[in-house]
């Protein structure tokens, strides 16, 4: 069974940093790429980030770049999040998603920046 | 960036109706477009990728359509469990992005 399990949120204050952790099972993480989604509170869902399965490939919505990056580690089947100057409006639940069109999700971990 | 333009916001329909939500995009993405659904307080599920296929797992009432810059999901024979908000994402290009969504409720 695919599970990807995200852990790491919590609330932060403006300016600050956090890293999420995604710990995937139940199948070769190392073959696929994967993805940061993001939904705020009562909202729509907003892509963040995509790596490829060996790394050379990563992208980013205009609203992170520079701030957050994207990276996995496939010998620890996991993904990460590194989210460094966060704002107010950075606050969301994160899901790690699988695939370029995503067919497994986490269950979300949730990310509150606040003074 | 691709713009996504899906509609309606939100639909009221009855039991064992079809209905039928939009996504347009600002350019041609060459169906690189899957729908989503997601229920209050879970994670969205993949329904439909490439604009036409169906998802491992999901109803056949689910089907996906369209080309170009105009795609359409549909689900004959609303039940219940239908109830819950869509989404589309186009991926054919970086950034990838969502539809602001459609929520659907029962008449």
């Known amino acids: 069974e695919v599970q990807l399990v995200e852990s790491g949120g919590g609330l932060v204050q403006p300016g600050r940093s956090l890293k999420l952790s995604c710990v995937a099972s139940g199948f070769t993480f190392s073959n696929y790429g994967m993805n940061w989604i993001r939904q705020a509170p009562g909202k729509g869902l907003e892509w963040v980030a995509y790596?490829?399965?060996?790394?050379?490939?990563?992208y980013y919505a205009e609203t992170v770049k520079g701030r957050f990056t994207i990276s996995r580690d496939n010998a620890k089947n996991t993904l990460y999040l590194q989210m460094t100057s966060l704002r107010s409006e950075d606050t969301a639940l994160y899901y790690c998603?699988?695939?370029?069109?995503?067919?497994?999700w986490g269950q979300g971990v949730m990310v509150t920046v606040s003074s | 960036d691709i713009q996504m333009t899906q509609s309606p916001a939100s639909l009221s329909a009855s039991l064992g109706e079809t209905v039928t939500i939009e996504c347009r995009a600002s350019e041609d993405i060459y169906n690189g477009l899957a729908w989503y659904q997601q229920k209050p307080g879970k994670s969205p599920q993949l329904l439909i990728y490439?604009?036409?296929s169906l998802h491992t797992g999901v109803p056949s009432r689910f089907s996906g359509s369209g080309s170009g810059t105009q795609y359409s999901l549909k689900i004959n024979s609303l039940q219940s469990e239908d109830v819950a908000s869509y989404f589309c994402?186009?991926?054919?290009?970086?950034?990838?992005?969502f539809g602001a969504g459609t929520k659907l409720e029962l008449k």
């Open positions: 790596i490829s399965s060996g790394s050379s490939y990563i």
């Open positions: 490439n604009a036409n």
């Open positions: 994402q186009q991926y054919y290009n970086y950034p990838n992005t």
């Open positions: 998603a699988r695939r370029v069109a995503p067919d497994y």
